[in-house]
């Protein structure tokens, strides 16, 4: 079955370490999102990719980086920038028409629930 | 971005129909309606989204009003797999979904 893949489901980072987040996805998606979401708060953006070997901020870029060097795979890396890092971090996809992706449904994975230790 | 206005939180009995309402008065003409729902510790499943006419999925059914500043997601027959929280969105030409906090289901068997 197609779908997004993320890993792992937990993680934990000590102070002063970047952690990396894996998402995968095998739906021949072009674009690809980061979502962070604080408990009992909405989701807010962190980065996305249209296409590979591009990609742009979101409203909570800071922090944070991502690549895209292939299609199906988009990992986040959260660095010792972040000062408060501990949310549920979901990762997304959808297609494009017409060179925009708006207007599709986007498409969650499981999403991976990070701590500080 | 425009912004929706979502009950927070509603009730109904198993496997009778459900009505969540979503107002957006602020709509512009090229914003997309979208229906999202999420369950606890899960990532968000897209449930349907329309523009300017009504909509029917497997899903469920999405009632567009005529001057579209309102709409209604409509659950034809309840099952406890359908509580979670449901946020109703609207997408222009942004790439982001700006979820609020949407509207919690609790279905009573």
């Not at chain 2, 090229?30 to 349907?48: F, K, N």
């Amino acid at each position: 079955d197609g779908g997004i893949t993320q890993s792992p489901k937990y993680l934990f980072r000590k102070e002063g370490q970047n952690v990396t987040l894996s998402c995968e996805q095998n739906l021949n998606h072009d674009a690809m999102y980061w979502y962070r979401q604080d408990p009992g708060q909405g989701l807010r953006l962190i980065y996305y990719s249209q296409i590979v070997n591009d990609f742009q901020k979101g409203d909570i870029a800071e922090g944070y980086s991502v690549s895209r060097e292939k299609k199906e795979s988009f990992p986040l890396t959260v660095t010792s920038a972040q000062k408060n890092p501990t949310a549920f971090y979901l990762c997304a996809s959808s297609i494009r028409t017409a060179g925009v992706s708006f207007h599709q449904p986007q498409h969650f994975g499981d999403g991976t629930r990070l701590s500080i230790l | 971005d425009a912004k929706t206005t979502q009950p927070n939180s509603m009730e109904s009995n198993e496997e009778e129909p459900v009505h969540l309402p979503c107002n957006h008065s602020t709509i512009s003409g090229t914003d997309y309606i979208h229906w999202y729902r999420q369950l606890p510790s899960q990532g968000p499943e897209y449930v349907i989204h329309g523009l300017t006419s009504n909509v029917n999925n497997r899903m469920a059914s999405l009632a567009i009003a005529e001057d579209r500043k309102s709409s209604t997601l409509i659950l034809h027959r309840a099952t406890l797999r359908d509580a979670a929280v449901y946020y109703c969105i609207l997408r222009d030409k942004n790439e982001k979904l700006t979820f609020g906090t949407g509207t919690r289901l609790t279905i009573i068997p």
